[in-house]
């Protein structure tokens, strides 16, 4: 389970449902929260592993680690995600908008590249190194399947791009990125599902730059979302909802669940 606030959220809903979660990131210190926090007393278990998961080395070496822990792996979270620099697409003509979107110093190669490391690349390495326990989930739990839940967004959905070049690009890449290895996958005979939830308005770090040292969470004000349909950002429950979902259907491959109170109805393309 690689974090971020919504990988935190479903962290939780596995985990009080019983099952082992080990999550993954760069700062030992913020997972030790996570489990200091919402590890104890629930029916599951929470376990901390630091790595980096934008490094192949790391990846490789998280997967031999699980792999001399467990017999199988049932469900793999794939969470991480990074929103990077913004140029706004302003302007009345060509030579206004290049100012605006090619001339700034922040919009540059190694930005976009930064970008889809995170966003598109590590669901790849991620997916594909954790393959062969996954499909091990079959064997020791005869029915189910190996469960990859990669988290996109509704931002890989839209026409507008929000200022956002890279990071909606990079969602709209790692929807169908999906959808290729889910396709592959199964058209090999492997019993391991690969589906993605797209959130919409949720609280994270990356929507409200800050959590709490505490518990690592963060909030919203609902009358901020008072245009969306669902008149509120998203909460854990709704999220919890979709997770638990998406594991526990065993007729849902290749598809792309958005859980976002109605904002593509409003606004999607």
Partial sequence: MAGSGIGLMIVQALAVNGAKV????????????????HGQNIAGEIIPITADITSKDDVAKLAKEIESREKCLCVLVNGAGIA???????????????????EPESANYDDWADTYKTNVTQLYMMTTAFLPLLEKATEHNPGYSGTVINITSISGSVAKSQAHFSYNASKGAADHLTKLLASEIANHGMKVRVNAIAPGVFPSEMTTQESDDTNQKSSLPAEKYAHLPARRPGNDRDMANAAIFMVTNQYLNGQIVAVDGGYLLKFGR
């Fill in 22 to 37: 080990y999550i993954v990131g760069r700062t030992e210190e913020k997972l030790e929260t996570v489990v200091k926090a």
């Fill in 84 to 102: 990077t620099s913004k140029q706004a697409p302003y302007g009345e003509t060509g030579e206004e908008f290049k100012k605006n979107l090619f």
